[in-house]
């Protein structure tokens, strides 16, 4: 396994001897890389709304979140939904406690039908 690695990957892999251990490594890496693209997305997003319909701002989170799935790092539904309100701007701060404070958690259909609804009032 080692020596087909290149030279980024090797120097990870000093004092690794099982096959055991080269896969966690190496998995421990792409995943904490995925996790940081996430995180970054993440915050992009909070301010994302400003100004755009909330049809708009759905579809590109869809498209961003799809994007993740394809390279097979498919994002959980809560953290769609965390994703979802954190880029909602303070006019949806009553919405976003509400959908917070329910016991049984939205399915992202019924968020975006609720957020359509929501945006219609204000």
């Known amino acids: 396994m080692l020596a087909s690695m290149t030279n980024p990957f090797l120097t990870k892999m000093v004092g690794l001897q099982l096959s055991s251990q080269i896969w966690q490594t190496l998995h421990t890496h792409f995943t904490s890389n995925i996790c940081a693209q996430i995180k970054k997305f993440c915050l992009r997003l ?48 009553p919405f976003v406690a509400s959908i917070m404070s329910r016991l049984e958690p939205c399915t992202i259909n019924e968020i975006e039908a609720l957020l359509v609804a929501q945006e219609e009032r204000l």
């Not at 319909?53 to 939904?81: E, H, M, R, W």
């Open 46 to 93: 909070k301010t994302s709304k400003q100004d755009r319909s909330i049809n708009t701002y759905l579809l590109d989170l869809k498209k961003i979140i799809d994007s993740f799935a394809a390279i097979g790092a498919p994002v959980s539904i809560n953290n769609q939904v965390k994703v979802i309100l954190d880029g909602l701007s303070e006019d949806y701060d």
